[in-house]
């Protein structure tokens, strides 16, 4: 089983909702990531966090917006998306960023309607 | 531009035989290239890491393979079990501060 969980695993949301993905590690690992996978595609990445900073921002919509508590914790806040959002989501971490290891969680599976 | 290819996004063999999935890119110059599994509806397990200096990697029925010159990376499954069904993910630092993933194949085992 992976260590790292996400929650919820199934979501369902209108276009006006505001709801956010949450996610949690307990391993100390320093680096946290957001994916983003469509049907049949690889994982994308959409945010990265060292040292609860964010580091990497791919270009992502400010519809989504992430947030670091804290070295365990990463939420990904969702407001305004569009059904194209739809996805799994997949968080993942790992002891610091550059070619390390990612350990993923199951992924969040988003439906927006 | 960069590229991560995956030689076939579906691979189907007989239970057995060894299956090679094959991984190349262009315009990099990794110190490691992974490769990761993943089930349907799951996200991707870590199975192997290589690195620059490493020609082969082994682990259980597993062996990874890394060409720098060739800028490929082989994959090979020995003794195939259907339980090795799934999508094989290659990946590897693009000189950005996060793995960047390749196409994957889907690999089907055959009883």
């Known amino acids: 089983d992976t260590e790292v969980t996400q929650t919820p695993k199934h979501l369902v949301m209108g276009m006006t909702n505001k709801k956010s993905l949450k996610c949690e590690q307990h391993?100390?690992?320093?680096?946290m990531y957001w994916y983003k996978q469509k049907a049949k595609k690889p994982p994308e990445l959409m945010f990265v966090?060292?040292?609860?900073?964010?580091?990497i921002n791919e270009s992502v919509p400010s519809r989504f917006s992430p947030e670091c508590p804290n070295s365990s914790l990463l939420n990904l806040h969702l407001h305004a998306l569009q059904p194209e959002d739809s996805a799994l989501y997949l968080c993942a971490s790992s002891q610091g960023t550059l070619r390390d290891t990612i350990y993923f969680g199951e992924g969040s599976w988003l439906t927006v309607v | 531009s960069q590229k991560i290819e995956q030689n076939s996004e579906a691979l189907n063999i007989q239970e057995g035989k060894t299956a090679t999935l094959t991984c190349n890119y262009t315009n990099y110059s990794p110190a490691y290239l992974q490769w990761y599994r993943q089930d349907p509806g799951r996200g991707p397990v870590f199975l192997l890491l290589?690195?620059?200096?490493?020609k082969e990697k082994r682990k259980e029925r597993l062996k990874v393979t890394f060409d720098t010159t060739l800028k490929q990376s082989l994959f090979h499954i020995t003794a195939s079990q259907p339980a090795d069904s799934a999508t094989y993910l290659c990946a590897l630092d693009t000189g950005r501060r996060a793995l960047t993933f390749g196409s994957g194949t889907r690999l089907q085992v055959q009883p």
């Open positions: 391993m100390g690992h320093r680096a």
């Open positions: 966090y060292s040292y609860e900073k964010l580091s």
């Open positions: 290589i690195r620059e200096n490493e």
